[in-house]
């Protein structure tokens, strides 16, 4: 027997040692770990004096990587699943849930998925920005006074009440939990700059399923246009940014009370590679049927009308993909923040029985 | 046999399945998570309108709490420690190293302990802040020119060459990865705001071992002025930022080549507070021993000699404070960032026998 195989032996002796305690199931990892992946460097001009070492003169500012914090289990399976947060958020949008359950991270990770959660550039632990943020961006400058558009865009429902059927939970701190996720741009939102850096990871680490929510789903539309190892997508609530069509064949913007749902043209010839893998796209509950001016609702009745075209245009071109609003299969409550609501853990099964009829698990 | 036991053995067996495998040996987790602890919240003035949702009027910004992300091995020793960043960095800090090897986050979970990483206040995952970043603050503005500075006082060497003995790995890829772990000040660098989150987060969780790096040195010093569950402090150079000194035992300032090192007095009954736990510093090479104008070696120098005369007043008071020069135990090139050099685990093993001679493991 190894010193290796000793060690592993007497890990499992160890564990086995205390099953019968009452906890959860644990989590066995292989490994985990950390690191930066993309980005680019700027140089000041003049030249690096000691005397004044905190000068900019003559020194080089990096920035505009990811951060990538990533478990992977033992018998993990084939695909790792990567995950790209919204706006103001950061990987912390996958993790423990507002009201301290398991998220995503967790619960796919008990499902034998190697975990990669991103940090997009200018952002979290990926600071660093070779550029300031934008004068005009709300979520760029602290304080941030937001708690009500938080509330809002998010659909938790109608300030201060939540909506009758929400899966957010109900207790105070809870909301407090939820109002401290969220962080500020350190630098201009990029989703270029973001999709380099994603697909770089995805270079990095080989074949994986992409997931993204809100605005991120603009930075995994990106993606596939620069690797070719994304083996599926699977989007929450893409919106706040813009889906991409094929230029011979851009909607209507689709208006809503505070500004119209927009889509962006890209050549056919690129669109054609969103028609290689399966797609899925996720929306939850309290959106809008019609026009009206409470924000949420209205602003999201927007981005579904716009995803439908989304997805059908991918279709008609001979693409593989499928949008499901919860509601209508019966799924209801659910807040735009879905990962972190009550009924979480269907949504984690949803998904798993999608990626193993894709044959993806 | 309960489902829950049943769910156990499978894992189990499906891992002792895989055992002839050759990796590392598993990091098998009971639970991990993550949370905001702390923080305040403001106000602003005016009313909130629908139609400018994301105005800041009537609405409020929540920031100043600290987030932690936790890690408990099964049958985890007692104490849980907990590791605070220094200056510009965050939790990053303490996970894989530039050179992609495991970092103490790893190493203390394969060693049993509770890990919980912070990241402090306006900082990484805990971005929002109820105030604005200083203007004059270097590290808190993109792009943040300081390649040279953080090769400089960090002690990595003599730019652009690392120290002979250097204990920081020689690739370029590792040099670019430690570039990238830096991030910015999103607020005002505030260490009673820092202590605060963090006498909270040791409050929420038990008695606890605090790890503190570089300018978080200051942070360890006054939490136990607000919490009696600090069992230990392990403070790894701690610099950059004030030691505390009883108002009747100041210390003079230490001169350096860029600024005196200074202490800060408080009340000497708030110091006895830290002449009740054991306390353990260490320092790594490349420190100067007579003054000189490379900044690193000596604002090291100067951080050293304070280091020494705060050691001596606690243990004159009663406390029971070690200072541990590495070179002077023949452990030769650290950098100031010891937790990534190659020889991380050898210091991960040093801390594990002080803790077990202190009766904490």
Chains 1, 2 share one sequence.
């Not at 003169?57 to 990567?82: C, L, R, S, W």
């Not at 991270?105 to 660093?128: C, H, I, M, T």
């Not at 207790?171 to 697909?199: C, H, I, K, P, Y």
Request: overall charge negative; some cysteine.
């Amino acid at each position: 027997m190894t010193m290796r195989k000793f060690f592993r032996c007497a890990i499992l002796v160890s564990c086995l040692a205390v099953s019968s305690v009452a906890f959860a199931e644990p989590i066995i990892l292989e490994t985990q770990g950390s690191f930066a992946v993309g980005g680019t460097t700027v140089t000041h001009d003049g030249e690096f004096s000691m005397e004044h070492f905190t000068a900019p003169e003559g020194q080089t500012a990096y920035g505009d990587h990811a951060y990538v914090f990533y478990q992977i289990p033992v018998n993990a399976k084939k695909f790792p699943m990567v995950f790209q947060h919204g706006a103001a958020q950061t990987k912390r949008t996958w993790e423990t849930t507002p009201d301290g359950r398991e998220g995503f991270q967790n619960l796919f990770l008990r499902k034998g998925f190697s975990v990669y959660l991103v940090d997009q550039p200018r952002r979290g632990e990926a600071g660093l920005s070779t550029v300031p943020p934008e004068a005009d961006n709300p979520y760029a400058h602290n304080p941030m006074y937001a708690n009500r558009t938080l509330f809002t865009l998010p659909r938790l429902g109608i300030y201060p009440n939540l909506f009758p059927n929400s899966q957010f939970p109900k207790d105070e701190e809870s909301l407090n939990q939820f109002m401290r996720a969220w962080t500020v741009d350190t630098g201009a939102l990029d989703f270029e700059v973001a999709a380099d850096a994603m697909s770089k990871l995805i270079d990095k680490i080989g074949e994986s399923i992409l997931v993204t929510h809100s605005m991120g789903g603009t930075i995994g539309w990106r993606t596939p246009l620069r690797t070719e190892k994304v083996k599926a997508i699977v989007a929450y609530e893409p919106g706040g940014s813009p889906f991409l069509f094929p230029e011979d064949g851009m909607p209507e913007p689709v208006p809503t009370a505070y500004g119209a749902v927009a889509a962006m043209s890209i050549p056919a010839k690129d669109f054609e590679k969103l028609t290689k893998m399966p797609i899925i796209i996720y929306y939850g509950d309290n959106i809008a049927s019609e026009p009206t001016t409470e924000v949420g609702p209205d602003q999201w009745r927007g981005e579904l009308e716009m995803a439908k075209k989304f997805v059908k245009v991918i279709n008609e071109r001979g693409g593989d993909a499928t949008l499901v609003h919860l509601p209508e299969i019966g799924i209801k409550g659910n807040t735009h923040f879905l990962m972190g609501d009550l009924n979480n853990a269907e949504l984690v099964d949803l998904l798993a029985k999608w990626l193993a009829e894709k044959g993806l698990d």
